[in-house]
């Protein structure tokens, strides 16, 4: 039995090490492997404050279509590009950046006004590049402080005002 014992404790690390290869494999997912299916995951498209600030606006224009989390590209896209090279510079500010809140015409969704919310996480620089783009394609931007947001009647006051025909 004494001789046995180092084969025995061989065996017991292999079958340590194989089965621990194999929980880091399940865990890690087939993505490890090149495969899709485990690459990814679900996350929340709004931040709880935006998930507020969502039903808020919902709850001050009734007789709008409130879209979030809404791409630039879903809303400009560049003019005027001479080539395929000038198409991509102009594209460039406006690709994978989103706005927060898009406020629509009911039954047609012609969005009318962008809102963004302002949070700590903002650069004042960058927001108002954002918005010349934006308001050179005639978008009227809206933003309001996370920290210090509107009441449903100053909410219906503004944006009301913006998208009356």
Same mark, same amino acid.
């Given at each position: 039995?004494?001789?046995?014992?180092?084969?025995?404790?061989?065996?017991?690390?292999?079958?340590?090490?194989?089965?621990?290869?194999?929980?880091?494999?399940?865990?890690?997912?087939?993505?490890?492997?090149?495969?899709?299916?485990?690459?990814?995951?679900?996350?929340? %498209?709004?931040?709880?404050?935006?998930? !507020?600030?969502?039903? #808020?606006?919902?709850? *001050?224009?009734? +007789?709008? @279509?409130?879209?979030?989390?809404?791409?630039?590209?879903?809303?400009?896209?560049?003019?005027?590009?001479?080539?395929?090279?000038?198409?991509?510079?102009?594209?460039?500010?406006?690709?994978?950046?989103?706005?927060?809140?898009?406020?629509?015409?009911?039954?047609? %969704?012609?969005?009318?006004?962008?809102? !963004?919310?302002?949070? #700590?996480?903002?650069? *004042?620089?960058? +927001?108002? @590049?954002?918005?010349?783009?934006?308001?050179?394609?005639?978008?009227?931007?809206?933003?309001?402080?996370?920290?210090?947001?509107?009441?449903?009647?100053?909410?219906?006051?503004?944006?009301?005002?913006?998208?009356?025909?």
């Amino acid at each position: 039995m004494r001789h046995m014992l180092p084969t025995i404790l061989i065996l017991v690390l292999v079958f340590a090490f194989v089965a621990s290869r194999r929980r880091w494999r399940d865990w890690a997912g087939p993505s490890r492997r090149g495969q899709s299916g485990g690459a990814y995951r679900p996350r929340q %498209l709004l931040t709880e404050n935006e998930a !507020e600030f969502h039903g #808020r606006l919902r709850t *001050a224009l009734p +007789d709008f @279509e409130i879209l979030a989390q809404v791409a630039m590209g879903a809303l400009i896209e560049p003019d005027g590009a001479r080539n395929r090279s000038d198409y991509y510079r102009l594209r460039g500010p406006i690709a994978q950046k989103i706005v927060d809140f898009v406020i629509c015409e009911r039954g047609t %969704l012609r969005p009318l006004v962008i809102v !963004e919310l302002d949070d #700590r996480t903002h650069d *004042a620089a960058k +927001d108002a @590049e954002r918005d010349r783009i934006l308001e050179s394609a005639s978008y009227r931007v809206v933003r309001w402080d996370a920290r210090d947001k509107p009441t449903l009647a100053q909410i219906a006051a503004i944006i009301g005002d913006i998208a009356a025909p």
